[in-house]
């Protein structure tokens, strides 16, 4: 199919940023082929923007060609064929100094500077708040930028659902079914730790979807003395396993989120999984144990409702910017797509709505929250 070419248009780039989520390279493939039926090229950075801020790196060039073979079969697949790194800010990107120490440099205007060397007319940025905040930046930098809304946790504000989340949600609840079994056959408590740092919808729907006995949340402060009632609920009814759900960013209500050193000294978020499986034996005196699914949920073969989602975002992408779209995220509006300014897209983070059906029904179905 070849349709209406916007003349001032002929290359487009294409770079995925952040955590990776299942989805992104069936996003790559439907940009790819709808630009080429507008008789446009594409062309994928490597590793964010590592690929044009240090090609070096890269034996065959930071750049790739992405024709229609490239991207052939790659629907299904998990990852990004074109990498990412969460470390390569171009506004303050590390670099060695003098002292043989990274430093932080804005290496932005060489960015810029790039895509014009390399005559890339527009980026298509597909990644989640940080790396279209990043997006926004370049484009009041005078940067074409089209942006396209990716993370599993689901809490970019302006579009009814991001790609990935599908599949993070669909993991998690396979793996609470798994445990609910093993929790049974040892009479165990069984606290399955997800990811999702300000907002608890893995969490919550994993949880509801998995028939957890508690669910704890970052939206929903949590008093561990009420999981701990749920627990002894349950056993006076002869149920002597229980399970329970923590999103990564949960906290106490006298307390703050769970941190974890890393190596060098860093900390970073972590840990809460098993600082609520400790607190669970040490009060109910009944076996705990702690399960991270991390990274398990970010990996794999995305479900059909993401890839769905995902090649949607693609080819409205590029339809967006043939329609003279620019500096904007395409969100899912159903039936539809719209185009959401990136000023807008990234204003703030999409909690989970605590008068939401899914809340209320949590709490009819008998689910702790914690509150």
């Excluded at 396979?174 to 093993?182: F, S, V, W």
């Excluded at 479900?303 to 395409?330: P, Q």
């Amino acid at each position: 199919m070849k349709t209406t070419v916007t003349p001032s248009l002929k290359n487009i780039a294409v770079m995925t940023g952040g955590g990776d989520a299942p989805g992104l390279n069936a996003v790559i493939r439907a940009v790819v082929i709808t630009a080429l039926n507008y008789g446009w090229q594409c062309y994928g950075i490597r590793d964010s923007y590592d690929g044009l801020l240090a090609p070096a790196r890269y034996p065959n060039g930071g750049l790739i060609h992405l024709t229609r073979e490239a991207v052939r079969g790659i629907t299904h697949l998990g990852g990004t064929i074109l990498g990412t790194t969460n470390k390569g800010n171009p506004f303050e990107y590390p670099m060695p100094g003098s002292d043989g120490q990274l430093q932080l440099k804005d290496r932005s205007d060489e960015l810029i500077a790039a895509f014009k060397q390399h005559q890339l007319d527009v980026l298509v940025a597909i990644g989640g708040d940080g790396a279209l905040s990043i997006a926004h930046t370049l484009s009041q930098k005078g940067l074409a930028v089209m942006g396209v809304p990716k993370t599993i946790d689901n809490d970019l504000a302006p579009t009814a659902v991001t790609f990935g989340f599908d599949t993070a949600v669909s993991f998690a609840t396979e793996c609470i079914d798994r445990l609910h079994a093993t929790g049974h056959a040892h009479s165990r408590i069984m606290v399955v730790e997800v990811m999702g740092r300000h907002a608890g919808w893995i969490a919550l729907h994993a949880g509801v979807a998995g028939t957890a006995d508690a669910i704890l949340i970052p939206e929903i402060p949590y008093d561990l003395n009420r999981v701990v009632a749920k627990i002894k609920a349950r056993r006076q009814e002869g149920h002597h396993f229980s399970l329970a759900v923590v999103a990564e960013g949960a906290r106490p209500t006298a307390g703050t989120v769970s941190m974890v050193e890393r190596p060098g000294g860093v900390k970073r978020l972590g840990g809460i999984g098993q600082k609520v499986a400790e607190e669970l034996q040490a009060l109910t005196g009944q076996d705990a144990r702690a399960v991270v699914l991390g990274h398990l949920l970010r990996g794999g073969t995305p479900t059909a409702f993401d890839r769905l989602i995902s090649l949607r975002f693609g080819a409205a992408a590029v339809r967006g910017l043939a329609a003279g779209h620019r500096n904007v995220m395409v969100a899912l509006d159903s039936p539809g797509v719209r185009y959401v300014p990136l000023a807008e897209a990234t204003k703030q983070i999409k909690l989970v709505p605590l008068d939401s059906d899914l809340i209320q029904t949590a709490r009819e179905l008998g689910i702790c929250l914690g509150d």
